[in-house]
């Protein structure tokens, strides 16, 4: 806002002073010229009065005059045309700029803080993000008032420049100084002719400008004496006859020149003139557009601004390609490009004409005595000249109009009268007539009281001249003489406002009807606006910055132009200064400030003013920006960028067009579109002016480069036929942090296998894919000729595609050594070369609106290093059409040719900067904030590695539940090294077997017209049912003691694998017991021959996906059988039922499943033969069918003297030996003995691969589940632990060491053709009549048979539990065997006829001979009591055996060693016949060893019935 050093009230004095004509001869020009000024520029600095003068009213009262300012102007003959005023107003305007270095000006306005000066230009665009900051050391303050010095300035020269009105007098001369050189030949003369020329000026009716106050003008004389000349007398003696001739009140002697032009510049004499010059020159131009004028002086155009080329508006030539906006500026240009030449042009003139008057110096030849004597003339001209015609004038026009008017003696004292009676009410400017055209003589007694208040204003005598306005507007109003009233009103406001001490308050509704008169009837723009200037001035200084706001936006809704002069400039201003009156209001109101300013800036383009239309807009920027209002900010910054870039601020314009495009706009897809073509075409200028420096940072598209992942590696092979290539990694699949631990956990198993079962310390997993989840604190390594794949994740948030061509990674490497006895030597820096980095370019790459879109960039290392990869470089630009490409492929962008571009295109850069996780280990780093390194795009590349390749063939994706299928593995290496020591691991070695040492090449799966076993078989030769027996070793399938069944060696040949060279092997798959989906990771495992220092060895990942289908589950339970001895003489025995059920829904096409073998496997025992087998020797089971086998088991005889020889020398180990659930056997041999008992044509040998493979996989993952059952600690008494060594013993005598293999072909419809399928299920035998189930888990188990069947299963077996899979903290050894393991510590039986006769009436006591046999069923020597005696607690008892006794002996004591057999005689006595039931013994038992007694419990044994008859 305009903010002046004066006041108010002498800002309304000096727009009002008294003009003064000057009329000079061509000698006295020339004595003024040598100081490079004319006469009126002269003496303009010393225009204003230093002291107070007095004068007296026509009531003889004595007025003050104080601050005087009078103007002094060459006699101009025409008016200023409107082109000349145009141009010089706007060149004012663009000359007045905020000055650079100064104090910024800050508003403070609640929460804002607004720069209002040049530097908001730097503080509030867009690429500056805190320009707050910049305002800290003033953002203390809480007001500070903006100056707009362009406003003040193009006031005051409007205010100059208003031509002469016939309705007004203040702007008419009321005096003229003749002005000749002593020097003359004749100064008398030359007087009288300028006199003369004066009064034909004013009098004849060939000139009709300028205007004059009264005919009888005052003429004052003054001879202009050049001191340096000499001649002073001369001078003297002419100034003595000019005093004779004028009067000494009516002439002055001015000597000037004091100083010799020859004389060295050493003195510094001040220049009061160079500020006045520029405002000096609106009074003295020669020419317009318009056409010449003349000016009656002598050459005094040299030093005027020209005013030519003024109708020719500055355009900035930009292409309008977007929407019309309601502050759109009015380009006409099509061309489509910016060109500010016209703009320059423009001003050129103005400028040369700046320098002309800043380089020149004023007053070369005046001394300080001479700036004195300038100032006592102008005094001495307005004490004794000017203000005493002043006085006489106002005296008779005061008298004219009391004699005309018959009023009383003095209209002063008359005023009093006329406004104490009753007031008449004046007519709304709406009733009055258009009678603007009205001219009154300028004898007429309404004129003269205007003539007579002007007076009066210009001497200051405000009291009066109000009073006369006051008459004048009443008479003018009764003669609807509207531009005479609106005048009259105008001063009548002012003269009010500046009267001392106020007595009325300011008539603002004066200036209201006067502006509303001006430009509504009159028609007069210029008398309007003069209005508003004045007004609002006045309305500020009493804080009314609302009514001033309103009253300055009112003139700029008018959109015609005033005398052929376009309004831009003027609304512009107007606009700005209500903007500042909104900021400065009690409440601030800052968005208002902002709109307006936006307004004026939009105004300040149209008219050429494009600095101060860019600070407007910048100034707005400061509220605008971060609020959310996206559309705003774009127009601010589109407008900004152009109007930068017309004034060739380049980089600011590339800055504000780069805002736009990164924030996310609202805009239409067409006004983007718009944007983008600016931004581009802004931004090649600014690349081609500055072709030399690195590649900038482009704005789109946008970059998230935390979510760059990098992949090292060639691409997955696609799937060729039945070949399936691995899976490994790529960047298609998600990371999925459970698999990524997974992965890692099997890596370091295998690592820790490699590395001899010693796991490593500074284990590091390799990682092929590099994301943000990964741990990327340490530096990656790559390899040598394999390629690294950059995943750049690029975002448009534009409307319309873009296209990016020549896409490619920015790149340094350091070379460096890392072989063994290098020691990382290092070479010098490297930042391009193909020869060492070859780097993937994609030529075209299509970004379609608001997409977000995966680059792949490709780099192949050609040599070892250290690799940083710093961003991406790209030609960003749109195709044709700005239409937006929905549905289109994104992938079709990478087709070259595909697009055709619009022919705007920037080349530059954008940097992949990934901030790392932040810290949280320390207390530092918790109670600050830092961040960890991010080493992913900063890869180590070492030397040449081997890379293994594995495809499967025929491999099967749904198989039925135990299903066995046949595929093979094909291992290829496909780099120059050969590589070694392969090796798989998975979490599910049970699901896959390549084979054992045994394995034989045999045919693929089974075909539709011949059954092609994937088992080893031959062709059954008996019909018995015995079993057939074999025998292997644990070891050969890799399930020997300390193995890690996981980890498993892959059986290449030579163990080499050469470069190359690739190997076909075959591979077992069985189907995961558990319907569903299942996953098997498979990792490979493999080294190269020669050691490397960075890279130890590689993997390959591969994940199979079987689905699996119901099939068979199998229950067995095994019993001892109650025989002590079979039919051929073997010892211990027992009875296995093996239920077998199908549970197949048929969703397979299954048919139906044969039950082909039934193998054991087991270190003690083994299946001898089938009992009770049906006619039907073939096993079928459809659908939802059961059956029931019973087969016998013996004890395998060659392990018996093992173990009574291990047994016998237990008390000396047994105590160094704490057994977790291990089988005892596994301690000492890993052979197992298989027995097959076969249904079929075929035998199928278990003991070979993969039978024995599945077998020996399955029982070690059933090792691996944790037992309930701990090591005892030593610090236990030995009591204690005798105690529990035996509960363990006889625990022990209830186990049972047998594996079942349930083998089963399926025959299966599919595409009318019949698949014989096979598989096999296992059931691991471990308590003696305890069942168990071929499926591992209850839950799973549930789910396949179904919730009724379960409920039976549960019933049936009431001890079956969920298998723990997590180790107790704590467990202890029950204190006492449970009633189960007690009945099977010794097993007794009782031989003795079935029926016998005998003669009571010969022998009344019938006795017979009764054998009990006792076997040892544990493996130590147990001491054996058997009592015989009867007990009496139950009466069943007493009813079945009360009538006969046991003879001799009653109570036996022996002892029986490890699995011994022992019998005793006994005699049962009988006294009558009938059914008696002999089982009666009680049999106790201990360890010799123990002290405690446990009594066995015979309730599982068969009641033991004799049939005593008589004869």
């Keep these: 806002m305009a903010q002046r050093v004066q006041s108010v009230q002498e800002f309304l004095q000096d727009s009002f002073v008294p003009l003064v004509a000057a009329l000079c001869s061509e000698e006295a020009e020339r004595l003024t010229r040598k100081n490079n000024l004319g006469f009126c520029e002269l003496v303009k600095p010393f225009c204003r009065l230093t002291s107070e003068v007095h004068m007296r009213d026509p009531n003889n009262q004595l007025h003050i005059i104080k601050n005087l300012k009078i103007a002094v102007n060459n006699i101009i003959t025409q008016p200023p045309q409107p082109g000349a005023i145009r141009k010089l107003l706007n060149d004012v305007v663009t000359v007045s700029q905020p000055a650079e270095g100064l104090v910024a000006n800050v508003i403070t306005a609640g929460d804002y803080d607004l720069n209002i000066s040049d530097r908001s230009v730097k503080a509030s665009v867009p690429w500056y993000s805190s320009w707050k900051d910049t305002l800290m050391g003033l953002n203390t303050s809480t007001f500070y008032s903006a100056t707009t010095p362009w406003f003040e300035a193009y006031r005051e020269s409007f205010l100059q420049s208003m031509p002469a009105s016939d309705h007004e007098f203040l702007n008419h001369y009321v005096a003229c100084m003749l002005v000749v050189s002593s020097s003359e030949p004749e100064p008398v003369e030359q007087f009288l002719k300028l006199s003369q020329e004066q009064h034909r000026i004013q009098h004849s009716n060939e000139y009709c400008y300028p205007k004059w106050f009264i005919p009888n003008t005052l003429k004052y004389y003054v001879l202009l004496h050049d001191v340096s000349a000499g001649e002073e007398q001369r001078a003297d003696s002419i100034y003595e006859e000019m005093k004779q001739r004028y009067g000494t009140q009516g002439c002055y002697l001015l000597k000037i020149n004091s100083r010799g032009s020859n004389r060295g510049a050493d003195e510094q004499i001040p220049d009061p003139w160079s500020q006045y010059l520029q405002k000096s020159n609106i009074q003295i131009q020669e020419s317009c557009e318009d056409g010449p004028y003349t000016v009656i002086s002598n050459k005094n155009t040299d030093h005027f601004i020209p005013l030519d080329e003024l109708g020719n508006d500055s355009k900035d030539g930009l292409s309008n390609n977007f929407k019309t906006h309601p502050l759109q500026l009015d380009h006409t240009s099509d061309s489509g490009c910016f060109d500010g030449t016209d703009y320059l042009k423009s001003n050129a003139s103005l400028h040369e004409s700046k320098k002309l008057n800043t380089g020149i110096p004023h007053g070369m030849c005046l001394t300080l005595t001479d700036h004195d004597r300038i100032r006592q003339f102008i005094q001495e001209f307005t004490f004794r000249g000017l203000l005493p015609h002043i006085e006489k004038t106002i005296r008779q026009l005061n008298d004219q109009l009391i004699s005309r008017k018959g009023l009383s003696r003095s209209l002063f004292s008359a005023t ?772 029931k086998l019973c087969l016998k088991a013996v004890r395998c005889k060659d392990l018996l003297g093992m173990h009574l020889t291990f047994w016998n020398n237990f008390s000396t180990i047994k105590y160094r030996f704490h057994f977790e659930g291990l089988k005892l056997s596994f301690l000492f041999s890993d052979n197992y003995t298989f027995a097959d008992i076969i249904f079929g044509n075929e035998q199928i040998i278990s003991s070979t691969s993969p039978c024995a493979d599945f077998f020996f996989r399955s029982l070690s993952s059933e090792f691996k589940r944790p037992q309930t059952q701990h090591i005892m600690h030593t610090s236990q008494g030995t009591a204690q632990q005798s105690l529990d060594n035996a509960v363990r013993l006889i625990q022990k005598c209830s186990e049972v060491d047998l594996n079942i293999i349930v083998l089963w072909k399926a025959y299966v419809i599919e595409d009318n053709k019949q698949l014989i399928l096979e598989g096999q299920h296992h059931v691991v035998l471990h308590t003696v009549g305890k069942e168990a189930f071929s499926f591992p888990q209850k839950q799973g188990f549930k789910k396949i048979l179904g919730n009724s069947d379960w409920e039976d299963l549960e019933q049936e077996s009431p001890e079956m539990v969920l298998f723990n899979f997590f180790r107790p903290e704590s467990s202890s050894v029950p204190a006492r065997p449970s009633p189960d393991h007690l009945s099977n510590l010794i097993k007794t039986s009782l031989h003795y006829p079935e029926t016998y006769n005998h003669s009571f009436h010969q022998k009344s006591l019938c006795v017979v001979p009764v054998i009990l046999l006792l076997s040892n069923c544990s493996q130590a020597d147990v001491d054996v009591i058997i009592d015989l005696r009867h007990k009496t607690t139950s009466p069943e008892t007493l009813e079945i055996h009360g009538s006969f006794t046991w003879l001799g002996q009653t109570q036996y004591k022996l002892q029986l060693k490890s699995l011994e057999v022992s019998s005793l005689q006994l005699k049962a006595c009988f006294v009558h016949t009938g059914v008696y039931n002999l089982g009666t013994p009680r049999v106790f038992a201990k360890l010799s060893d123990q002290v405690t007694l446990f009594e066995t419990s015979q309730q599982n044994s068969m009641p033991a019935l004799i049939i005593i008859n008589s004869i």
């Design 416 to 1187: 009093k009268k006329w406004f104490s009676g009753g007031k008449v009410p004046e007519k709304s400017i709406n009733e009055l007539k258009s009678t603007s055209g009205l001219l009154y003589p300028l004898e007429a007694p309404e004129l003269q009281i205007r003539k007579m208040a002007d007076l009066c204003f210009l001497v200051q005598h405000y009291e009066l001249a109000y009073s006369c306005y006051h008459t004048a507007k009443k008479d003018f109003l009764n003669d609807q003489a509207m531009l005479y009233a609106a005048g009259a009103l105008e001063m009548a406001a002012v003269s009010a406002f500046l009267q001392p001490g106020a007595p009325r308050p300011y008539p603002a509704h004066y200036m209201d009807t006067a502006i509303q008169t001006y430009r509504d009837i009159c028609k007069n723009m210029m008398l309007a606006e003069r209005c508003v200037l004045l007004s609002a001035e006045i309305l500020k200084s009493q804080s009314k910055y609302s009514e001033a706001a309103a009253l300055l936006i009112r003139l700029t809704t008018e959109q015609s132009a005033w005398m052929g002069m376009d309004s831009d400039l003027r609304s512009a201003l107007l606009l700005e200064q209500a903007a500042h009156c909104f900021i400065n209001m009690k409440s601030p109101m800052v968005r208002k400030f902002a709109f307006h300013m936006i307004l004026a800036g939009h105004r300040y383009s149209k008219a050429g003013q494009k600095k101060h239309a860019l600070r407007c807009y910048c100034q707005a920027m400061q509220v605008y920006k971060g609020k959310g209002w996206s559309l705003a900010e774009d127009h601010i910054n589109f407008t900004i960028g152009r109007q930068s870039f017309t004034l060739r601020q380049l980089e600011n314009a590339v800055s504000a067009f780069r805002h736009i495009l990164i924030n996310d706009s609202k805009q239409t897809a067409s006004q983007q579109g718009a944007f983008l073509r600016e931004y581009l075409y802004v931004y090649r200028n600014v690349s081609q002016l500055s072709s030399d420096e690195p590649l900038p940072q482009l704005p789109l598209p946008y970059i998230n480069s935390s979510a760059t992942r990098v992949f090292f590696g060639h691409d997955r092979r696609p799937a060729e036929g039945e070949k399936q290539a691995a899976t490994h990694i790529s960047l298609d699949q998600e990371y999925d942090s459970e698999y990524s631990q997974q992965w890692k956990e099997l890596e370091e198993q295998v690592v820790a296998v490699a590395n001899k079962s010693v796991a490593l310390s500074n284990f590091q997993p390799t990682q092929y894919c590099l994301n943000k989840y990964s741990d990327n604190s340490r530096f990656p390594l790559g390899v040598v000729e394999e390629p690294i794949t950059v995943e750049v994740a690029f975002r448009n948030p534009l409307k319309v595609p873009l296209l990016l061509t020549d896409l490619s990674l920015l790149w340094k490497f350091q070379p460096k050594d890392f072989s063994l006895n290098s020691n990382g030597e290092t070479k010098e820096l490297i930042t391009c070369g193909k020869d060492v980095i070859g780097a993937e370019v994609i030529s075209e790459f299509l970004i379609n609106s608001e997409e977000t879109k995966m680059a792949r960039l490709k780099l192949f290392p050609h040599q070892t290093g250290e690799l940083h990869i710093l961003g991406v470089v790209y030609n960003l630009g749109t195709i044709q059409g700005t239409t937006v490409l929905d549905g289109m492929d994104s992938s079709v962008g990478l087709q070259a040719g595909k697009y055709i571009p619009n022919g705007t295109s920037v080349r530059g850069r954008q940097d992949l900067e990934i901030q790392g996780p932040r810290l949280n280990n320390t207390k530092e780093e918790k109670t600050s904030i830092k961040y960890g390194p991010d080493r992913r795009l900063d890869p180590i590349i070492t030397e040449e590695m081997p890379l293994l390749e594995v495809f499967f063939i025929n491999f099967p994706t749904g198989l039925l539940c135990g299903e066995i299928r046949k595929t093979y593995v094909e291992f290829m290496n496909v780099s120059k090294c050969p590589l070694t020591r392969l090796k798989v691991v998975s979490k599910r070695p049970e699901c896959f077997t390549f084979g054992g040492s045994s394995t034989i090449l045999t045919p693929l799966s089974p075909s539709t017209s011949e059954h092609c076993s994937a088992y080893k078989t031959v062709l059954k030769h008996s019909t018995s049912v015995c079993s057939l027996m074999s025998s292997a070793s644990s070891v050969d399938f890799g399930a020997g003691i300390g193995n890690q069944t996981e980890v498993i060696d892959v059986p290449l040949p030579d163990s080499v694998l050469l470069p190359g060279a690739s190997v076909q092997l075959p591979m077992w798959i069985r189907g995961p017991d558990e319907e569903g989906v299942h996953e098997i990771h498979f990792l490979f495992y493999y080294e190269s021959i020669k050691k490397h220092s960075k890279m130890c060895h590689r993997v390959l990942r591969h994940t199979a996906v079987i689905c699996t289908s119901r099939s068979l589950t199998v229950r067995a339970t095994a019993y001892r059988s109650n025989a002590l001895e079979n039919e051929k003489g073997e010892g211990d025995n027992m009875l296995v039922f093996v239920d077998v059920e199908n549970i197949n829904t048929s969703e397979a096409g299954v048919k139906e499943f044969h039950i082909v073998q039934v193998s054991s496997n087991s270190k003690n025992w083994k299946l001898q033969e089938s009992i009770n087998l049906s006619e039907d020797k073939d096993i079928k089971l459809a659908n939802r069918e059961k059956g």
